[in-house]
């Protein structure tokens, strides 16, 4: 029997259920396996308690330990210090786990530490390896590389778990490449691609399911967070210039009011609905009834919603970013936001950049 725990900052709980989605299935499906158990400790990063008890008091209030799709869940809390760059994130994280895991070895003599994100859960499971005497594997997924891994507070920390870790998973081909640019050793990173349930995320009968959104005619889907660096006001521009042709946002996060306001300033708030939180459970039906999945990330490893949207017969329109190439294979998988179609090893493709928003633009118009 293997005995795997599982570490990760990223795990839905009851405040956030759509947030590390992909992790709890990852995680869910190995737990299923032959002869592997899986204990979960899915740390909760808050600001002192003085101040989280006023500004995170949902996540406060989440409980230390239950059950969570079935695999047994810990919820310690560890101290994030604001206006710190994340410096001081890994070691206040490993100081809370070491009590954690010393009781979850009682009855729990775990065989590996597995890692889902590289930071800051990375550098404190090497330490915690260290402690208890066990491999770690870490899994790169994204921003975890491409801000951690170059932030000036964290960079170092991030290379140095990526050296020392017995194990390196990074989602696609390109994400290895970027971990390889900062440092850590290509040969020890296996490519582990984002996976999912091909039972649920599935072609539907479109027009009915539009017709359950209150769509009758072109629908543009746009799912991820509601963040700068997912480019959500690039598909609106776009949209904007598309008669008749509607937008649904799914997603939460800080720019749900600007976006707002961007749809109204363009005159076409009547076109673009902002969904907030979209349960995962529905967005088969929402990507299915979608003519077009367009996401602006201006950077990204391999994102869920590309492959879901593929995998429900929806074609996408993505910039050259992360492992785009490793997903828009062909021209009925979608479009590369030069107006360029994209296949592996295509010559003269660029990285994704606010500069490109212009040809972003043309590229989701010509759609």
Known sequence: MLRVLTLSTLFPDASRPNFGQFVAKQTAALAAQPDVAVRVVAPVGLPPWALARFTHPALAALPNHETWADLDVRRPRFTTLPGTGGRWHAAALTRALVPVLDAVR????FDVIDASFFFPDGPAAVALGRRYGVPVSIKARGADIHHWGHAPATAAQVRGAGAAADGLLAVCGAMRDDMA????????????????DADRFRPGDRA??????????????SLGALIPRKGHDIVIDAVARLPAVALRIA?????A????????RLGVADRVTLLGGVAHDALPDLLAAADVMALASSSEGLANAWVESIACGTPIVIPDAGGAREVVTRPAAGREGSGRWVSPGSDGAQRASPARAQAWRRSICVI
Do not use: S
């Open 181 to 196: 640019a900062i440092g850590m050793p290509a040969a020890r990173i296996r490519v582990h691609h984002t996976g999912i």
């Open 208 to 221: 009915a399911l539009k017709a359950g959104l209150g769509v009758d005619g072109p629908l543009v889907v």
């Open 251 to 255: 997603g939460e996060g800080p720019e």
């Open 106 to 109: 009682r009855d729990f003599a």
């Open 257 to 264: 009011a600007r976006l707002a306001a961007h749809a109204a």
